[in-house]
């Protein structure tokens, strides 16, 4: 049974970091689609980052040149480094991940196929 668990989350001030990690368990995902989405309360959950099965990387505008997604194949995680953090970054932040090497789009929700329970970032102004 494939399961993806998010850590890192936290409550940092604006302007401050935090790291999430995602640890995939019962299938290897090392040349797979991984991304990272995020949910806002009364919102619609949104793409935020996406690594591709040869590692390119895709980020949304709002966060480009702020969050750096990367992965590590022996430890079987992703990652997503997010920097300058505003308080509209504030979500819950899901990690998710593709059972096919070549996906429609990167950015769009049905592309990915197993998914995390998520992680709550909260960004104070």
């Known amino acids: 049974q494939v399961q993806l668990v998010e850590s890192g989350g936290g409550l940092v001030q604006a302007g401050g970091s935090l790291r999430l990690s995602c640890a995939v368990s019962g299938r290897t995902f090392s040349s797979y689609p991984m991304g990272w989405f995020r949910q806002a309360p009364g919102k619609e959950r949104e793409f935020v980052a996406a690594?591709?099965?040869?590692?390119?990387?895709y980020y949304a505008d709002s966060v480009k040149g702020r969050f750096t997604i990367s992965r590590d194949n022996a430890k079987n995680s992703v990652f997503l480094q997010m920097n300058s953090l505003k308080p509209e970054d504030t979500a819950v932040y899901y990690c998710?991940?593709?059972?096919?090497?070549?996906?429609?789009?990167?950015?769009?929700?049905?592309?990915?196929?197993?998914w995390g329970q998520g992680t709550q970032v909260t960004v104070s102004s």
């Open positions: 998710a991940a593709a059972q096919s090497r070549i996906i429609a789009t990167m950015s769009g929700r049905r592309s990915y196929d197993y």
């Open positions: 690594i591709s099965w040869i590692d390119n990387t």
